[in-house]
């Protein structure tokens, strides 16, 4: 039975309201913009009113239909183009000549994923792996997705408002064919692909082999999805391709590198250590053929390069960032402050480049970890997603591109709009690692020296009761907070140091000292709070629960962590000889944060080498030492 589309929930209902924003900087992109399809006398046609499509379309009667399309590359070497496998669900009236732009979702996870052994992340002084190797099973990948075909929400709201909903298997997996590369260029070509096929521009087969063309379609695409599936919409993004009009990167990667590596070292993503390209590769390798992709799996295997770190050929191929120019669709990011998986560099990154290329943009930055805004904010979410759908596929003037451009999440986790993030009040505040504490005042240089404890103790453990004397880590920190501060942007290293042992690595880590409850990654669901917002049918009844984030009352919280490799102090391409215990100047960035600081805590930042869960882990015994007075921490701070 058909739920209506109207949003209920058993405590209120909202009214929602279309915001009318303040920035003019993006108000000539609406000259552009392409006007809703005009329909012919006879024909179906959209309906639009006070400039929002309107669900008047079956969901229960939607017509299913599944493509296979060639792609430009070759990916497996079999002398034939790979094809991507595409499922499409759209409004029966486009068999009648409703034209409608489609929402695609492009992911490697929709047939599922294989238990791999992970890299073994204990080394020997040399770098190369001690120990045993994680066995078949032990952990799964990180970046995981949806796995059910028509999970989510997409085609319950806006098939009923005029749109296709597609989902489309990754090369190397599921119904494509081709290998999975982790990033690697022939993935991005593979999903690009589908936006060409939806124009025109690519040759498509029905599952009897009949060649079949997208005459429904306008075009106008989007793209969308959580994690692997967030990263994709990026990719095929600065690929420039014509028809591709919006995309929502939900916690997705950037650039690859910043995925596995940091500052010129070998850097897991958080919780799963000893990932890496071909782990991660070979888990979603889930296509019918299972021996011909082997040797591209070994090839990732032999340049993602273990040992060193480095940026190289195979990294700059998966970085995104270079190409951010050729964007020509609106992008609205989301990211949550707590996801350690798919770091917030990555957002901070895209958002900066996508400011120097003028790219129109909007951002959400919330508190929760690796997960998908909608249950935490849902009439919200559904009602900017809407509108920013309605406006770059459609081309309504509903205000989506003249708001306040961002949407951050409180420590109360209310929240706020403003025009761009790092707020514009935003300044750089320097602060001292001087010998008793953090200072904006340099104090007197002193050489403070701690001993690395390698792969035992993990740096939670390290940086808990910093007034506690330990020889494994150095811990600066400022007295009580007169007022709350608040730090939101990319805090920035300079530390003058030397290291003498086998570990390479220096870590800093800024911490939050100071009872509080504070939201951590994960979310709780609201069992009482049950939300219908989209029509349902059989198994799928277009409703959810809301979620809350998950809290915990702690002592401290580590707000940020940066890692740099000192051999790498001078460039992330290529290595540079560091002598045992001559001192270096040294610069890093953390991880990009938004954070207050409440009055009364204290502000610290603590130095170790090993970060037991994200770095590799050399034997115990490195000597980091330190210059105070001259080494610095600086915070971006606002009001």
């Not at 782990?279 to 090839?299: G, H, N």
Request: aromatic residues 8%; charged residues 25%.
């Amino acid at each position: 039975m058909a739920r209506p589309t109207r949003m209920r929930t058993a405590h209120r209902t909202r009214v929602r309201t279309v915001r009318r924003w303040g920035t003019a900087a993006l108000a000539a992109v609406l000259l552009t913009a392409l006007p809703v399809p005009a329909a012919q006398a006879g024909t179906p046609a959209l309906s639009v009113v006070g400039d929002r499509t309107q669900p008047v379309f079956s969901r229960a009667e939607a017509i299913h239909q599944q493509v296979d399309i060639e792609t430009e590359v070759d990916s497996d070497g079999d002398g034939r183009r790979d094809t991507v496998r595409m499922r499409i669900l759209r409004p029966k009236e486009t068999d009648a000549g409703l034209r409608v732009a489609t929402i695609v979702e492009a992911s490697p996870y929709w047939a599922g994923i294989d238990d791999v052994p992970f890299h073994n992340v204990d080394v020997d002084e040399d770098g190369l792996p001690a120990g045993r190797r994680l066995a078949a099973g032990e952990r799964v990948p990180g970046l995981v997705g949806p796995s059910v075909t028509w999970s989510g929400y997409t085609d319950n709201y806006f098939l009923p408002r005029g749109y296709a909903v597609a989902q489309l298997d990754s090369l190397g997996t599921g119904g494509s064919t081709g290998c999975p590369t982790s990033g690697g260029r022939n993935e991005t070509l593979g999903a690009k692909a589908a936006v060409d096929w939806l124009n025109g521009r690519a040759r498509g087969w029905d599952p009897d082999g009949t060649p079949v063309s997208a005459g429904w379609s306008t075009g106008d695409t989007a793209m969308m999805g959580i994690s692997y599936n967030g990263t994709l919409p990026t990719a095929v993004a600065t690929t420039g391709v014509e028809g591709l009009k919006a995309i929502v990167p939900i916690s997705g990667i950037s650039s690859w590198y910043d995925y596995y590596r940091a500052g010129g070292g070998v850097v897991a993503p958080g919780g799963y250590q000893g990932e890496d390209t071909d782990v991660l590769a070979k888990a979603v390798y889930s296509r019918a053929d299972r021996e011909i992709c082997k040797p591209v799996l070994d090839r990732l295997t032999a340049e993602q390069d273990r040992v060193t770190g480095d940026f190289t050929r195979f990294w700059k191929e998966r970085d995104y960032l270079k190409d951010v120019r050729r964007i020509k669709a609106g992008v609205f990011v989301v990211h949550g402050g707590n996801d350690w998986n798919v770091k917030t560099q990555h957002f901070g990154q895209l958002w900066e480049a996508l400011k120097r290329h003028d790219v129109p943009r909007k951002l959400w930055l919330h508190q929760a970890g690796h997960s998908n805004p909608m249950p935490l904010r849902m009439e919200e979410w559904l009602d900017q997603l809407h509108q920013w759908f309605d406006h770059w596929l459609y081309g309504l003037d509903n205000g989506a591109t003249t708001a306040p451009r961002v949407d951050v999440e409180q420590a109360d986790f209310s929240w706020r709009q403003q025009r761009d993030w790092p707020d514009r009040s935003t300044r750089d505040l320097t602060l001292r690692l001087n010998a008793d504490g953090l200072s904006p005042l340099p104090g007197r240089p002193v050489r403070q020296t701690m001993t690395d404890a390698g792969r035992t103790v993990t740096a939670e453990q390290l940086v808990a009761d910093p007034g506690t004397p330990r020889a494994d880590r150095l811990v600066y920190s400022t007295g009580p907070l007169p007022k709350d501060l608040r730090v939101n942007g990319v805090p920035k290293m300079s530390v003058r140091a030397s290291l003498a042992g086998s570990s390479p690595y220096v870590t800093a880590l800024l911490v939050d000292y100071g009872t509080d409850t504070r939201a951590t990654a994960g979310t709780v669901t609201d069992t009482s709070q049950l939300v219908c917002y989209g029509e349902g049918i059989p198994g799928d009844t277009g409703c959810a629960y809301r979620t809350r984030h998950r809290t915990e009352t702690a002592d401290f919280k580590i707000v940020s962590r940066g890692w740099l490799d000192i051999r790498n102090r001078y460039s992330l391409e290529r290595e540079s000889k560091a002598v045992e215990g001559r001192e270096y100047h040294l610069t890093w960035g953390m991880q990009p944060q938004e954070h207050v600081f409440r009055k009364g805590h204290r502000l610290g930042v603590v130095l170790i080498s090993t970060d037991h869960d994200y770095t590799l882990r050399y034997p115990a015994g490195t000597e980091l030492s330190v210059r105070t007075g001259i080494s610095s921490v600086t915070l971006p701070v606002a009001r």
